[in-house]
């Protein structure tokens, strides 16, 4: 009963128009106040030590880093070493722009800059060759989720932090699916360009390749410098987001140039206030976190779902359509800050491993990030292509059902996600 009251107040302070991260503040202020008596001084001392953990301060750093990316020229140039490598196939374009997604995911570590930062470029050169705006844009919309499926990803790292688990290994994990999905995205694209008999570009001779690759090089050696650190023990996840920050300012303003000393102080102030609207959604979040554990919401869950007999597989069907749901109506972030804590003491009870679970929830968030009407990458891929929502939305929709298919072999093959992680960090 307890539940269901601080969920309906949710959902009526949603309903109303309210911020998600007023709405959750507001929740628990409101339950805590009115219907318990637990001390003031105990949501003082919460919300402090809520954002202390020094894994939080990877979320700015790469949000920063994405933010340099974006203007600085290296989506241009993975664009190029991209359609070197794909465009004398069938829809080469579109196939470059996938691949492009894909370098450009696992260096920003966020879905809307990837739309933003290939979607500019690609798009008018796409229509300029004569591919439809509603291919393009489905192709782009829908590749761009790859920027939280392929480590660095700043979704990952909201997951690590509000169940405890290892960045790490999240990234890692992420690597193997991140890879399939784009290799699934790829085959889908030649087939619909192929049997659409969409442009292909003239052959790249190797000359041209090792040229685009050359020119490309500095902003790849960021996946490098990110996992490879990781991985090697050289640095933590948050020291390695901080490295790949100065990085990538060293890159956009020192080695490619295209970003001005000028322009610094803009890009800090945009990644400021995308990180402060971050980490003010993670207050308020884990002040919803701390009133469910202080009613015992996620152990009665618990003990409910054990009573009622429910298997590992079909509890992940519970899991995958509850997400499904919540993508329709809210950002990754939020999402995951209220449902991880509720899920993740289920989840083990179960003995579903907890790098699955999260694996299984970010791919959950791409599938939202398309799907209206709250898909982020959606409005995004809208503003570029000067198309409406609903226009943007039937584009994606065949993509959409590739992702569905992707999640359910992710959901019930967990090797493809164990695998690598196993293997190199046991």
């Given at each position: 009963?307890?539940?269901?009251?601080?969920?309906?107040?949710?959902?009526?302070?949603?309903?109303?128009?309210?911020?998600?991260?007023?709405?959750?503040?507001?929740?628990?202020?409101?339950?805590l106040?009115?219907?318990?008596?637990?001390?003031?001084?105990?949501?003082?001392?919460?919300?402090?030590?809520?954002?202390?953990?020094?894994?939080?301060?990877?979320?700015?750093?790469?949000?920063?880093?994405?933010?340099?990316l974006?203007?600085?020229?290296v989506?241009?140039?993975?664009?190029r070493?991209?359609?070197a490598m794909?465009?004398?196939?069938?829809?080469?374009?579109a196939?470059?722009?996938?691949?492009?997604c894909?370098?450009?995911?696992a260096?920003?570590?966020?879905?809307?800059?990837?739309?933003?930062?290939?979607?500019?470029?690609?798009?008018?050169?796409?229509?300029?060759?004569?591919?439809p705006?509603?291919?393009?844009?489905?192709?782009i919309g829908?590749?761009?989720?790859?920027?939280?499926?392929?480590p660095?990803?700043?979704?990952?790292?909201?997951?690590?932090?509000?169940t405890?688990?290892?960045?790490?290994?999240?990234f890692?994990?992420g690597i193997?699916?991140?890879?399939?999905l784009?290799?699934?995205?790829?085959?889908?694209?030649?087939?619909?360009?192929k049997?659409?008999?969409?442009?292909?570009?003239?052959?790249?001779?190797?000359?041209?390749?090792?040229?685009?690759?050359?020119?490309?090089?500095?902003?790849?050696a960021?996946?490098?410098?990110?996992?490879g650190?990781?991985?090697?023990?050289?640095?933590?996840?948050?020291?390695?987001?901080?490295?790949?920050?100065?990085?990538?300012?060293f890159?956009?303003?020192?080695?490619?140039?295209?970003?001005?000393?000028?322009?610094?102080?803009?890009?800090l102030l945009?990644?400021?206030?995308?990180?402060?609207?971050?980490?003010?959604?993670?207050?308020?979040?884990?002040?919803?976190s701390?009133l469910?554990?202080?009613?015992?919401?996620?152990?009665?869950?618990?003990?409910?779902?054990?009573?009622?007999?429910?298997?590992?597989?079909?509890?992940?069907?519970?899991?995958?359509?509850?997400?499904?749901?919540a993508?329709?109506?809210?950002?990754?972030?939020?999402?995951?800050?209220?449902?991880?804590?509720?899920?993740f003491?289920?989840?083990?009870?179960?003995?579903?491993?907890?790098?699955?679970?999260?694996?299984?929830?970010?791919?959950?968030?791409?599938?939202g990030?398309?799907?209206?009407?709250?898909?982020?990458?959606?409005?995004?891929?809208s503003?570029?292509?000067?198309m409406?929502?609903?226009?943007v939305?039937?584009?994606?929709?065949p993509?959409?059902?590739v992702?569905?298919?992707?999640?359910?072999?992710?959901?019930?093959?967990?090797a493809?996600?164990?695998?690598?992680?196993?293997?190199?960090?046991?």
């Open positions: 009963m307890t539940g269901l009251v601080i969920f309906g107040l949710l959902c009526a302070l949603m309903i109303t128009g309210m911020p998600i991260s007023i709405a959750l503040g507001l929740t628990v202020l409101s339950f106040f009115t219907m318990t008596q637990v001390p003031l001084e105990s949501v003082a001392l919460k919300l402090f030590t809520g954002i202390e953990k020094f894994e939080i301060m990877a979320i700015p750093f790469f949000i920063l880093a994405g933010n340099f974006t203007h600085g020229g989506a241009k140039r993975m664009i070493f991209a359609t794909v465009g004398h196939l069938h829809g080469g374009l196939l470059g722009g996938v691949l492009a894909a370098l450009f995911a260096v920003s570590g966020s879905s809307p800059a990837t739309v933003v930062a290939i979607g500019s470029i690609l798009l008018p050169a796409m229509v300029k060759q004569g591919y705006m509603k291919f393009g844009v489905g192709v829908t590749a761009g989720g790859l920027g939280i499926l392929i660095p990803s700043i979704v990952m790292v909201i997951y690590a932090v509000s405890n688990s290892s960045i790490g290994k999240l890692i994990a193997v699916p991140g890879l399939l784009a290799a699934l995205l790829l085959s889908v694209t030649w087939a619909v360009a049997k659409r008999n969409y442009p292909r570009m003239p052959r790249a001779s190797l000359a041209e390749m090792v040229a685009a690759f050359r020119e490309s090089f500095w902003g790849l960021l996946v490098v410098v990110v996992i650190g990781i991985y090697s023990g050289i640095f933590t996840p948050t020291e390695a987001a901080a490295m790949s920050a100065a990085y990538a300012f890159v956009s303003v020192y080695v490619y140039k295209d970003l001005t000393l000028k322009q610094v102080p803009k890009v945009d990644s400021a206030n995308l990180s402060a609207m971050i980490l003010y959604i993670i207050t308020n979040a884990v002040l919803f701390f469910l554990t202080s009613e015992q919401i996620p152990q009665s869950l618990a003990a409910w779902i054990n009573d009622m007999g429910l298997s590992p597989w079909m509890f992940l069907m519970v899991v995958n359509v509850l997400l499904l749901i993508g329709n109506f809210m950002e990754p972030s939020s999402i995951l800050l209220i449902t991880a804590p509720i899920l003491p289920v989840a083990m009870k179960l003995g579903i491993d907890p790098i699955h679970l999260g694996i299984l929830m970010t791919v959950n968030m791409e599938i990030m398309i799907t209206p009407p709250v898909g982020l990458n959606l409005y995004v891929a503003g570029i292509a000067n409406g929502l609903t226009e939305t039937k584009a994606c929709a993509w959409i059902l992702m569905l298919l992707f999640l359910l072999l992710i959901t019930y093959v967990p493809i996600t164990l695998w690598l992680p196993n293997l190199l960090m046991p």
